[in-house]
Structures are given as structure tokens and as C-alpha cells.
Nanobody
């Protein structure tokens, strides 16, 4: 089982980044997916969530109107999850993690996610 996240980097405030997460090794087509982030000295928090079929999305208040989560299915039950981030500001600086959760329904509790990517660093300078 692998969740490989990439796409982080350093940008100036107002810029954009697109994070990608390739999930493989299981039938992730039936898993809900999410992006979390963790800033230094802070708890890990949910940024965006997407249901297993892509029909439902949820965003943290800080992400609404700026971030978009999406997913596509590939061969052999692999999926790729994206997080398009626009209008970035320094408060978005954090390590971003993709996560997978089996079962239906939404959750913003990190402990309810079964698989995690390795994290990708996003740094936004003012």
C-alpha cells in the first residue's frame, strides 16, 4: 500500500500550487480521501475531503473558495487525488499529507484515516 504525495514547494503569497497523491496497492476507488496539513507546533488538521465516488467534498473554512480537491481513477484500482491551492498565504505553510479512509461518510479526525502519505512541504512567503 502506497500513498505518494508530491507537488509541494515554495511560493509567494497569492501564488498557486497543485498537490498530487497517487494511491496504489489497494482498491482505493472505494476509499474516501483527504488532505491534512500540519504546521510547526500545531496539530494536524483536515484541509479537504472527497468521498469515494467524488460526489461530495468538504473544505475547512480556511480552504473554502481557495482550494479544490478532486480525484481520478486509474488502472488497477489506483487513484490520484489532487489539491489545487490558489491565493496562498503564509498561514498555509505546512506539511501536507494525503490520507485514505475506508467506509462511507465524512470525518475530520486524523485517527479515523487508515493510510497516510509521507507528506509534502508547502512554504508560502509574504
Amino acid at each position: 500500500v502506497q500513498l505518494q504525495a508530491c507537488g509541494g514547494g515554495s511560493v509567494q503569497a497569492g501564488g498557486s500550487l497543485r498537490l498530487s497523491c497517487l494511491a496504489s496497492g489497494r482498491t482505493f476507488t472505494s476509499y474516501a480521501m483527504a488532505w491534512f496539513r500540519q504546521a510547526p507546533g500545531k496539530e494536524r488538521e483536515l484541509v479537504a475531503h472527497i468521498s469515494w465516488n467524488g460526489a461530495t467534498t468538504y473544505y475547512a473554512d480556511s480552504a473554502k473558495g481557495r482550494f479544490t480537491i478532486s480525484r481520478i481513477s486509474g488502472d488497477n484500482a489506483k487513484i490520484t487525488v489532487y489539491l489545487q491551492m490558489n491565493s496562498l498565504h503564509p498561514d498555509d505553510t505546512a506539511v501536507y499529507y494525503c490520507a485514505a479512509r475506508s467506509g462511507s461518510g465524512y470525518s475530520d479526525h486524523a485517527y479515523e484515516y487508515h493510510f497516510w502519505g509521507q507528506g509534502t512541504l508547502v512554504t508560502v512567503s509574504s
